[in-house]
């Protein structure tokens, strides 16, 4: 089984605060996929990073940063210098081979970023 | 590049009646999905096709649920006869079918059972 835990239910910033979303997984799989995804008020998923697990890796990207260590099956996500717009939901999300790479989801962040 | 489209975008009915949503993917994509995203969780998976065929409807409670893809585009999911905790956001994906780890989102269909 699958599992992604999301510890952070809401997370409030000012503006320009660097902030750090939790994600803990769960997995029997050796071969696994990581993702990250945004949910905007508008409601659709947008994809943001996908990690496997054999790429211990950081990822900067802009503003963006991810930090994955299998040791403690972790998968942070880090926001430097937040604006207003990166206000969300964020999930974190599991993609294991054992279960025909069925995405399983977190119960989400709700990052609110305020000016 | 047209992203997936969803129709209604909300629904408001109420307990005992049936309600369809509708799925357009992006053009050329094998795979299909449908979640449920109920308040405060992620999605969960509820059913996929490739193509016109089901890949994985473990999830979908099917004595009320039903979902078809007829000709391989379009695909439509039903309820009937709703319950109050149907109420949620409904989500369609759609990917290219060598690379399914590509899940490009529609809006959703906000469903609400009273």
């Known amino acids: 089984a699958q599992k992604v835990t999301q510890a952070q239910t809401e997370i409030s910033v000012v503006e320009k605060e660097d902030v750090t979303l939790d994600c803990v997984y769960e997995?029997?799989?050796?071969?696994?996929?990581l993702f990250w995804y945004k949910q905007p008020p508008s409601g659709e998923l947008v994809f943001l990073i996908r990690?496997?697990?054999?790429?211990?890796q950081n990822e900067i990207s802009g503003r963006y940063s991810w930090n994955f260590q299998k040791s403690t099956s972790s998968f942070n996500f880090t926001i430097t210098a937040s604006q207003v717009v990166d206000s969300a939901v964020y999930f974190c999300?599991?993609?294991?081979?054992?279960?025909?790479?069925?995405?399983?989801f977190g119960k989400g962040t709700l990052l609110t970023v305020n000016p | 590049e047209a992203g997936v489209a969803q129709s209604p975008r909300y629904k408001i009915i109420e307990k005992r009646q049936s309600v369809a949503f509708w799925c357009n993917p992006i053009?050329?994509?094998?795979?299909l999905y449908w979640y449920q995203q109920i308040l405060g969780q992620g999605p969960k998976l509820l059913i996929q096709?490739?193509?016109?065929?089901?890949?994985?409807d473990s999830q979908l409670p099917k004595d009320r649920f039903s979902a078809e893809r007829l000709k391989g585009v379009d695909s439509t999911l039903k309820i009937q006869p709703a319950k109050l905790e149907d109420s949620a956001v409904y989500l369609c994906?759609?990917?290219?079918?060598?690379?399914?780890?590509?899940?490009?989102f529609g809006p959703g269909t906000r469903l609400t059972v009273t």
């Open positions: 994906a759609s990917s290219p079918g060598t690379v399914w780890y590509e899940q490009y």
């Open positions: 997995t029997r799989d050796t071969t696994y996929y």
């Open positions: 990690r496997n697990s054999f790429d211990e």
């Open positions: 999300a599991l993609a294991g081979g054992g279960s025909n790479y069925k995405l399983t």
């Open positions: 053009s050329g994509h094998a795979t």
């Open positions: 096709f490739q193509n016109n065929g089901v890949v994985d």
